[in-house]
């Protein structure tokens, strides 16, 4: 015998929000791989470095993430748009984000 769901379960799951992902860019031999994604508000972005030296994740006016040599950083994308972002250190390291609702 088939079951229907209640209406407010059939309902939330319909109407439930995509979950948040992490998305990850490497760092090396000075470039952002890939550089460009697309991503949501609420995702994570996460760059591994595997250079020798640090890096930055920087959006002028914005966020400024310090990626040390053979580690981590994360940012959490909190509005939607077009976002454009270069490493302090080498100036020609470039990224680019499209961030959607």
Not at 56 to 71: C, F, M, R
Request: aromatic share 6%; with cysteine; net charge positive.
């Amino acid at each position: 015998m088939r079951t229907a769901l209640p209406l407010a379960t059939a309902l939330a799951l319909v109407a439930s929000p995509a979950l948040a992902t992490t998305i990850e860019v490497t760092i090396d031999k000075l470039v952002f791989s890939p550089a460009s994604v697309q991503a949501k508000v609420g995702d994570t972005i996460e760059w591994t470095n595997k250079d020798v030296f640090a890096h930055t994740a920087t959006v002028k006016g914005g966020w400024d993430v310090t990626i040390q040599p053979k580690s981590k950083g994360k940012v959490t994308l909190k509005a939607a748009g077009a976002v454009d972002y270069f490493c302090r250190f080498h100036p020609n390291m470039k990224g680019h984000l499209e961030v959607s609702p």
